[in-house]
């Protein structure tokens, strides 16, 4: 039988998990519980979105009977330590994008969840918004032909404070980790088969974290990418896609709700919207909720551990490592 109602509590209380609670609230629906660090923090913010339960550790997550997902967005390397709890005690986990630093702490996850028979997935919008999925369907189609290159641009312009978590290696900072995920997935998400050919390079931060980065990928499909990062010169959030017989061009791609193909015999431009970037982690509680009822599973966990793979070969290559790694 398919349970109607979910209990989600959120381990952490910050910009997403705001997002998160207003989400459900847009639903009529609220947040079960709140664990995080700092009790005042989570008791400010249960109060924020009327949410009835509190822990006063963040352990007590995990041993409630009540709860049955659970979505982590704490700093990147607290990822696996929770995931570990939390999949150890049967719970659905929906966790911030990074999933996990490397590709060793994902598979240890996955085989976890496997173990327990729940539902891992990252919150990557891009898999949820609507525009993604009118896309492909155009593309089954066959009229754009056979995909060539995409071009991918993520560039944020972030002050030079070295003890922000954006540049600081304690809490897993960098380029790639943050926004490099993004611009992975999107590639991921067009490409045939993920990439087996990477090339890069890279520009260090005064703190040994990648500030800037070239990407290029190539699968057996012959289908190529380059990707351009950055977190200290912004660049428009732009994928192209270009395929034998057109190219199709997204803005503000991770959240995207509007596409543009242009044909190549003639120039004629067609636009495709669907979805809305103010929906987007509605999206994402759906597909989610529709997973752990044993429904379509939408989630891409496969997808998931391919970007994953990815960028654990790339910081091989940078020699860059985390605390947690070494």
Known sequence: MTKKHYNWATLGTGVIANELAQALQQQGRKLYSVANRTYDKGLAFAEKYGIDKVYQTIDEVFDDPNVDIIYISTPHNTHINFLRKALANGKHVLCEKSITLNADELDEAIKLAEENHVILAEAMTIFHMPIY????????????????LIQMNFGSYKEYD??????????AGGALLDIGVYA???VRWFMTSTPTQIASQVKLAPTGVDEQAGILLTNSQGEMATLTLSLHAKQPKRGTIAYDKGYIELYEYPRGQKAVITYTEDGHQEVIEAGSTALALSYEVADMENAVSGQENAMHLDYTKDVMDIMTKLRKDWNLTYPEEE
């Open 184 to 186: 992975l997935s999107f």
């Open 162 to 171: 070295m003890t922000n978590r954006f540049f600081n290696r304690q809490l």
């Open 133 to 148: 999925r009118k896309l492909s369907e155009i593309i089954a189609t066959g009229k754009l032909g056979g995909l060539k």
